[in-house]
């Protein structure tokens, strides 16, 4: 007589071994990763893309987390007002913004191979531009005239 296997076992069975196959394509994953990770230093400086003038006090921005990031990546900032360095770990590329008041943004992607020197020329942004998206010229608007615009006499001349 052959022992009946409870239908429960089976389906409990079934759902361990998808759980560990799930279990083993995630360390799998993180293996990969892994074996792609790298340190970066580097050490900006922005320069006016037209006259080739240093610019001081620039802005860095990012690099951007991922929702798809396995764990966090490393990045510091530093430097002092002629350049900005760069430091970090990561097991992918990373890109990093980099601006100055009057000029166009340039992102850089930094990769394993990424020298720890570069010159990032920034180009000035073009007057009366439009900006990205609004259909709007980037000037300021106009103020609406209700009237009230006429010269006011001053104080002194109201009060008695």
């Known amino acids: 007589m052959a022992n009946p296997v409870n239908p429960k076992w089976r ?19 993180i293996k990969s990763a892994l074996t792609n990770v790298f340190r970066y230093h580097v050490r900006v400086t922005l320069k006016d893309k037209d006259t080739g003038e240093i610019l001081r006090g620039g802005t860095t921005h990012g690099p951007l987390s991922s929702t798809s990031d396995l764990f966090g990546q490393s990045t510091t900032f530093g430097g002092g007002m002629e ?20 000029y166009e943004r340039h992102n850089l992607m930094i990769t394993d191979d990424t020298p720890s020197s570069i010159i990032v020329e920034l180009e000035p942004k073009k007057p009366n531009a439009e900006p990205a998206g609004t ?26």
């Open 135 to 160: 259909g709007q010229p980037a000037t300021r608007p106009e103020l609406k005239s209700d009237g009230s615009d006429k010269p006011q006499p001053e104080a002194e001349g109201r009060s008695r």
């Open 11 to 29: 389906v409990a069975a079934i759902f361990l071994a998808v759980v560990a196959l799930g279990q083993g394509l995630e360390l799998f994953r």
């Open 83 to 102: 350049s900005r360095e760069i430091s970090g770990i990561a097991y992918e590329p990373r890109e990093i913004g980099f601006s100055a008041e009057g």
